[in-house]
């Protein structure tokens, strides 16, 4: 497994990540407690889950408290805007996932970059969160490109943005990598498989061959599905011009 400081937070999180909040579709409790086991004995320290989503951060906390949390990274992230909401989905999270702390705190939003100095106090509660250990690092998911390029321009104290990036995505998007690497922002890609659009495992896995500064988060829903994604990842197919071609072929087939 391959790893890879996720920007300024300086976690050395895995290349392969695994999207939790996918874990709600299956059959069972045991069934994802095996999935996430799988992930976590092939390597895979990052986990990145949502408070909108109770059931996959309960079945990750379920998996993953104990004698292992200490060797994993957890993420989470919230929709809410006002600091009260926040703090009550921060204490819930906590719960679910059966921590004292979060490794990376995202707030989900679309519309509005919240800005320190601000007086809506939702900066002023995260970075008391922070001090008392209770949020590690902070970052932005939005699927909103402006808001987006807004986040890589700011000086506020965010360490990473998760976006939608896959092999279908436009030049612009992979600009936004490029841009986050050289502003030591860790970028997360949602979406790898643009919401199952792609089926191609192989040719999506080496896509990301090209980005080794983006971390995909992949929303296996089976354990046949990991399976494929974790010996892809330990196996990528070769970057010649003919996997160039077909990713080429895929983007034109789609856009």
Not at 100 to 120: E, R
Request: charged share 25%; net charge negative; hydrophobic share 40%.
């Amino acid at each position: 497994m391959d790893y890879v400081l996720l920007g300024k937070s300086n976690l050395l999180v895995s290349r392969t990540a695994l999207g939790a909040m996918a874990l709600e579709n299956i059959a069972d409790d045991e069934s994802a407690t095996k999935m996430i086991e799988q992930a976590y004995e092939a390597g895979i320290n990052f986990f990145d889950t949502a408070r909108m989503s109770e059931e996959s951060e309960r079945r990750l906390g379920s998996a993953l408290h104990g004698s292992i949390r200490k060797d994993i990274y957890v993420a989470t992230k919230t929709k809410s805007l006002t600091a009260q909401a926040i703090a009550k989905d921060v204490e819930l999270s906590l719960a679910a996932l059966k921590t004292n702390y979060i490794d990376l705190y995202q707030l989900d939003i679309s519309t509005c970059l919240p800005k320190q100095g601000i007086d809506d106090k939702v900066f002023d509660l995260l970075q008391k969160l922070k001090t008392n250990g209770v949020i590690h690092h902070l970052g932005i998911c939005t699927e909103n490109f402006e808001l987006a390029r807004e986040l890589i321009n700011s000086e506020d104290p965010w360490e990473t943005l998760q976006y939608p990036f896959n092999m279908l995505c436009p030049e612009e998007v992979q600009e936004l990598v490029f841009d986050c690497k050289e502003r030591n922002l860790g970028f997360i890609a949602m979406q790898p498989l643009c919401g199952g659009v792609i089926q191609d495992i192989p040719l999506a896995l080496g896509f990301f061959c090209q980005f080794d500064y983006a971390v995909p988060v992949w929303g296996a829903h089976s354990i046949e599905e990991l399976t494929q994604i974790l010996y892809f990842a330990e196996n990528p197919p070769n970057i010649d011009c003919k996997f160039l071609e077909e990713i080429e072929k895929a983007r034109n087939f789609f856009n």
